[in-house]
């Protein structure tokens, strides 16, 4: 319903107010305001210029709006089945809140969805199954230039800043990660208390905006940068070149919502706009992002260094592999963030239509790696959609090292999926810095909903690659997983796509990459 139209029925609720305490009769008053606040609405509506709907039909028109506002709702509710929902269906949303609460996530009589659907994916079990590892295996982090190298678990927290979810929600994430033994990234909000009191280890994200170690003109501060890098329970810094919602563009926060905490946090003035630039100022070519990395991670005393994008142009990546080459240095670890991400308020023609999937992207970076000869020394992390085992174990298969969730683990500490999130009005206390709503979001309970849905997805992963025959991540091949083409034809991913042996473009190109491998420019970032 309209503004106008609240207004209208609050004013008659005031008079009725009114007239019961003149001691008029309360039914005299229904008979009237039933007369009353039609004819108030529809004089209303004829004579506004805003909604042509309420124009031409006064009154019932606000019936349309009504439906509208609810709509997702419905939709949710009542009309979208099991498997094809969006973003995330209903039985994935029903598997991690059933994960993060410890309960049965086992589904009776069979699957609904239809296997023999083009580009229906499936991992091959083995006639000789595995037993399950009862430790988790984890990844090393940390090439042979850093000196503090940390073990990072198989899934983990992805990036969520303080400021776009409330302060109960970090807390509740970073505890979880504190209690479960796996890392939780900052986003590029900056370094808040609420990240570093339950003691969880983290993953010190530094944007554009360079929030937290910026000087007052919006640079980067590298005495600041080492003073915070410096934090027991920061064990790694990365640098975002780009996000999966939104690759390209900067983001913005209005100054409504800069409150005084969050400007303390940041780093900038109370009140005002604050603008994230699409672009970095501490680089301008492959080879300058590459030693800055190298600059952050000495300025961070050897803590493994990396950065995070989603993938556009291949030429561009292997530009940057050009430059680590002659740099003599490499980056710690990469993360991928696949166009599917969303946990970052964008307009809508980006989300749908810019960046590469994570599947793309991943191959992308993994065969640029093993062409440059350079994959050993790199781990690669996945993130955009991981909610499962079956997620992890994918992804892993197409090269990634290890996961990071986001909206998922917004799921384990109560989101529902309303899609409010950059309104301030998040129903579950999730996505706001309302004090009203956030406080609905329990600390303690959402917190052990978090280590147990960490947990319990890591543990499917490994159920899932012990059927296939494997005990560790780095047995898993590419002709394990195996995607429908049509209803008779289904193909490995080792048939789908090309995968480069160690080395292969350095000694010759395949024709497929030749041209790109050619084009590419350490000193350039060439279109």
Known sequence: MTRIGLVVLALAGALGAGAAALGISPWWWFAAAALLVPGLLGAWDLTQRRHSVLRNYPVIGHARFLLERIRP???????????????FDRDTRTIVYERAKGTDAEQPYGTERDVYRPGYEFLVPSMAPCPVPKTAPRVRIGGPDCGRPYDMALLNVSAMSFGSLSANAILALNGGAAA????????????????LRPG???????????????TDDGDFDPREFADKAAHEHVKCVSLKLSQGAKPGIGGVLPGAKVNAEIARVRDVPPGRTVISPPYHRVFSTPRELVRFIARMRELSGGKPTGFKLCVGSRRQF????????AEGTTPDFIVVDGAEGGTGAAP?????????????????????????GLRDRVRIGASGKIATGTDLVKRMVQGADYGNAARAMMFAVGCIQAQRCHTNTCPTGVTTQDPRRARALHVGDKTLRVRRLQEATVASALQIMASMGVTDPAQLRP???????????????????????????????????A???NAADPDRFTV
């Open 73 to 87: 709702e419905l939709q949710q509710y009542f009309i979208e089945r099991n498997f094809d929902g969006r973003p």
């Open 180 to 195: 479960g033994g796996f890392a939780h990234d900052t986003g590029e909000g900056g370094l808040s208390e609420y990240h």
């Open 200 to 214: 969880g280890d983290l993953v010190w994200e530094i944007g554009t905006g360079y929030f937290g170690c910026r």
């Open 318 to 325: 292997l530009a940057v592999c050009k430059a680590m080459l």
């Open 348 to 372: 809508l023609e980006f989300a749908d239509h810019v960046g590469t999937p994570l599947t793309e992207g991943l191959l992308t970076v993994h065969n640029a790696l093993v062409g440059t």
């Open 479 to 513: 002709h394990m997983l195996r995607r429908r083409i049509d209803p008779r034809t289904e193909c490995s991913f080792e048939e789908l796509y090309e995968w480069l042996a160690p080395g292969q473009l350095l000694a010759e190109p395949p024709v497929s990459w």
């Open 515 to 517: 041209a790109d491998w």
